[in-house]
């Protein structure tokens, strides 16, 4: 089943606007700085929600692959909001996250967290969740569809999907009167999705596994689109690091993303292990998941993708998605072309350091991509995780 944790609520959402402000990170970065000057060689400390976004880090502890590469990992531990995941690591309680790809944008760029995208933590992973009764997407005109928050590549799709539709993505007050055209857009946090679709507080939800997985088993919702078959291979969550580890400790860095590309070829291969470690009846019981709903993620039957396409779900059959997958280089393509669509995106809260954002030079600061180039060549190079060589692609979007 869901979370239902009264720290998980609206407030958080609050909090982390309030957090990603040059301000309001200004005494969390005062404590990280403490931290790092009394802890030089602090262990791996991950900080994570429990959401299948998380899976690398998890396998990477789990199997012990830190401690293969001959650094010390602390347990990881499970944060119930983002706005927990960035307070923690901005403080520097956690140095190694999974973080929302636009979220990173906002903290690099909105208020200035020194910290950078390493590798990619896995693509796709996502889907729009909508009431059973709702076949189409002009459908959700003239109602509400939940977003996770409003720096997420959530949110990015699906106000292409509801354009493209004919729909006006706003954000109102509860109850506001909307015309048919329009779709009033509400930030909930992912546990409270399935059941204010169940009540019909929303008419939709779009969100990372496995709360797509969970509506479709408590039969409250049906998948509408998979969000990687709007957008192709895109990244959702990042592995996210401080500067002045990856400054001041480069072997260590390395030895930590080392981990983490290894636990992600493992679980291409493993799929059906993965789910079982990451269950609730795991050893380490790291989500409150269960395996049946983890495995329609990780490791789905193929008569499953079969309905998806009949029902459209999946459109794009010849680009041959997961329903999440595992990739860790962060093409910069990725980021252009994010950037470019964040200054088109309805967001709420201050965002105005998006309009003079040069999208090729966010690419180029935001992501240091020298030690996942590393840990890519040990393990075979791209094409071990099935894709050609080479680090440059082009984005293919198409609804």
């Not at 998979?226 to 592995?239: E, I, K, S, Y």
């Not at 989500?287 to 495995?295: F, G, I, K, N, S």
Request: with cysteine.
């Amino acid at each position: 089943m869901c979370l239902d944790d009264p720290t998980h609520s609206r407030r958080d959402f609050l909090r982390l606007g309030a957090l990603l402000t040059a301000a309001g990170a200004l005494p969390l970065l005062g404590s990280l700085q403490a931290r790092a000057a009394a802890e030089p060689d602090a262990p791996v400390r991950i900080g994570y929600l429990p959401i299948t976004d998380a899976t690398p880090l998890l396998v990477a502890h789990n199997n012990g692959l830190f401690e293969a590469e001959g650094i010390k990992a602390e347990r990881p531990v499970l944060l119930r909001s983002w706005a927990q995941v960035i307070e923690a690591f901005i403080s520097g309680q956690v140095n190694v996250i999974h973080l929302l790809s636009p979220m990173t944008v906002w903290a690099r760029y909105g208020s200035k967290v020194p910290a950078k995208v390493v590798a990619w933590n896995h693509v796709g992973g996502s889907g729009l969740t909508v009431s059973p009764g709702i076949t189409e997407v002009r459908q959700l005109g003239g109602k509400s569809v939940a977003i996770p928050f409003w720096y997420s590549i959530h949110n990015v799709v699906l106000q292409q999907l509801l354009r493209e539709n004919g729909l006006q993505p706003v954000s109102r007050a509860t109850g506001s009167a909307l015309a048919d055209n329009e779709v009033n857009l509400v930030v909930l946090p992912p546990s409270d999705m399935p059941p204010a679709l169940a009540s019909k507080r929303i008419d939709g939800y779009i969100v990372a596994e496995p709360f797509n997985a969970l509506a479709e088993n408590l039969k409250v919702g049906r998948i509408q689109r998979f969000t990687g078959d709007v957008w192709r291979n895109h990244a959702c969550c990042v592995v996210f690091m401080h500067e002045h580890d990856l400054n001041n400790r480069p072997e260590w860095s390395q030895k930590v993303v080392n981990a983490i590309v290894k636990a992600q070829l493992w679980t291409r291969d493993h799929r059906e292990e993965a789910a079982s470690l990451l269950s609730k009846d795991g050893a380490n019981r790291y989500t409150p998941h269960a395996r049946e709903v983890l495995d329609r993620v990780l490791a789905p039957a193929a008569s499953e993708r079969e309905g998806y396409l009949a029902s459209g779900a999946i459109r794009h059959a010849d680009w041959k998605e997961q329903r999440i997958d595992f990739q860790p280089y962060p093409f910069p393509s990725y980021t252009e072309e994010l950037v470019k669509r964040l200054k088109g995106t309805l967001i709420q809260g201050d965002n105005a350091f998006l309009a003079d954002l040069d999208p090729q030079r966010a690419a180029a600061d935001l992501v240091d991509d020298r030690f996942v180039r590393n840990s890519i060549a040990a393990v075979g190079g791209l094409k071990a995780f099935g894709i050609a060589e080479g680090f440059e692609r082009t984005e293919e979007i198409g609804v």
